[in-house]
């Protein structure tokens, strides 16, 4: 009886232990993907190194996908890891293998061929594959016109995808798909004229159309797709949840927009045609004043790449030119301004940029204290282009509107009031072209981001020439080996 008792006392702790434990078992079974992402404290995330997605700069990492991974990254509290793969079917690969990475941020489009390998998730970035011709050669203008061409693709990418597809339809198409190249290593070989074609989506190519004067669009190849993040096909749900919802987040709250504006942006502010304008330019015509850009700004203590974008906004870089006003060279000094600087000859263009560089900062430093940056830079712009005087009588408008006149924000739109009467003749300095500052400050800003994207960051004491950079392209050596282009 004790012994009966006993055990089944024995048996009681033995199943109330087992039953415990197989409790305890279903409690601590495997942590979610999240879970474990937040207790190891890092977003392991694969990507690809190229200038759309994420490369080095000298200021260390960047790049469209970068930020974004970066700030959901931030979002959940942990640290950013980037691996890189080498092509996309080591990409796609990667994941879902344990200790690899959880996440692919690559401008990845949705793939049927990859739906049993990922699961993507909601879209963040409209692209439009695009087929891409040289200048001056037969442009194709339909999926017939690539037969006979010389094509080269990714390898593994949705447009090989594409291609393979349309030869069913056109069993002569030939192309190749190389892995040991990058969208700007295709599209280089376009510009100069190594390949007839090659497909590159819409977003890559408007990053890139400052890189390559002879680069063109000649038509998209179907539809617009979505760019998408992808995780592991085995994985549960809990990190695509969190993803999604973060993507959402973003494109709320103007993040995404902020990103796409900044990368993606170039073509859409200076239009096609302006933004292989101005990659000619840039190739042919910046490297000629490039040093006394420099040197004078050296000399000033300012940025060398906001006086070209002056010198750019004035001339296109030319140093002949003259305006109706009669304001000339490089700068576009008036013949007060000139003297004021010590320039004799403003056709000349060191002349000009030593004169332009010197009057610039001059008027910044005469600017009223109470003004801060970045708004004392585009207030010292517009006096550059308009003078103080009516720059002072603009601010003086805006405190009358209750606007703020140290903002370049609120200053702004009082200035096109300059050239209307009912405004101008309460003003000290009167009638002024107050709508031409504007443009004027826009249209810098612009060139200056372009120019801080394609050149390498001043380096303290640095007069060297020719700097400019496709960024990611010499992934194995530090940027500021990069060869001129
Ligand atoms: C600027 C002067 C300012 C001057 C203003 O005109 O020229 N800036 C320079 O010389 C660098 O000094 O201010 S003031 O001295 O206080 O009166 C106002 O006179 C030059 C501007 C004029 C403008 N481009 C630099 O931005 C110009 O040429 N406009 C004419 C355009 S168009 O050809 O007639 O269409």
């Known amino acids: 009886m004790f012994a009966h008792t006993a055990l089944r006392q024995r048996c009681a702790k033995w199943l109330f232990a087992t039953g415990l434990f197989l409790l305890l078992g279903a409690c601590v079974e495997k942590p979610s993907t999240l879970e474990r992402v937040k207790e190891d404290g890092v977003l392991r995330v694969v990507t690809r190194n190229s200038p759309a997605t994420y490369f080095q700069d000298r200021n260390g990492e960047t790049g469209f996908e970068y930020e974004l991974v ?99 339809q056109y069993p002569a198409l030939q192309y190749e798909e190389s892995d040991a190249v990058e969208v700007v290593d295709l599209l280089r070989m376009v510009d100069e004229g190594q390949i007839d074609l090659t497909l590159v989506d819409s977003n890559e190519l408007a990053m890139n159309q400052v890189y390559f004067p002879n680069v063109r669009v000649a038509f998209d190849l179907g539809e617009s797709r979505d760019q998408r993040w992808a995780v592991a096909a085995g994985e549960d749900n809990s990190l695509l949840n969190e993803i999604n919802e973060f993507l959402d987040k973003s494109q709320k709250n103007g993040t995404l927009q902020r990103l796409k504006d900044r990368y993606y942006g170039h073509v859409d502010v200076l239009g096609y045609v302006g933004a292989y304008t101005f990659a000619q330019h840039l190739q042919q015509r910046l490297p000629k004043y490039e040093k006394h850009f420099k040197s004078y700004a050296k000399v000033e203590q300012v940025d060398w790449r906001l006086l070209a974008a002056i010198g750019y906004q004035e001339s296109m870089w030319q140093p002949e030119v003259t305006s109706k006003t009669g304001v000339r060279g490089l700068m576009m000094l008036t013949q007060r301004t000139a003297q004021a600087m010590g320039v004799s000859n403003r056709l000349d263009p060191r002349q000009s940029i030593q004169g332009g560089a010197k009057y610039f900062m001059k008027i910044k430093a005469e600017l009223d204290d109470s003004i801060q940056e970045p708004d004392r830079t585009w207030f010292a712009l517009a006096a550059y282009n308009v003078g103080s005087g009516h720059l002072e009588d603009a601010r003086t408008l805006a405190k009358r509107e209750k606007l703020n006149p140290n903002k370049w924000l609120d200053v702004k739109k009082m200035l096109p009031r300059l050239a209307q009467k009912q405004w101008y003749r309460q003003t000290k300095y009167g009638y002024a072209r107050g709508g031409e500052p504007v443009h004027f400050v826009a249209n810098i800003r612009r060139y200056y981001d372009i120019l801080t994207w394609v050149t390498q960051p001043q380096l303290e004491g640095e007069v060297a020439e020719g700097n400019l950079h496709v960024p990611g392209v010499n992934k194995d050596k530090p940027a500021e080996q990069s060869p001129p282009m």
Request: charged residues 25%.
């Open 70 to 168: 970066q700030h959901f990254a931030d979002d959940l509290g942990v640290k950013l890891q980037i691996e890189t793969a080498d092509n996309l079917d080591e990409l796609y690969g990667s994941l879902g293998k344990p200790a690899g990475p959880v996440l692919a941020a690559a401008g990845l489009v949705s793939s049927a061929r990859r739906q049993a390998q990922v699961k993507y998730s909601h879209p963040y970035l409209e692209v439009t594959p695009q087929v891409i011709y040289r200048n001056g050669r037969p442009r194709p203008t339909e999926a017939k016109g690539l037969v006979g061409k010389k094509i080269m693709v990714l390898k593994g990418s949705s447009h090989a995808d594409q291609l393979a597809e349309l030869k069913k």
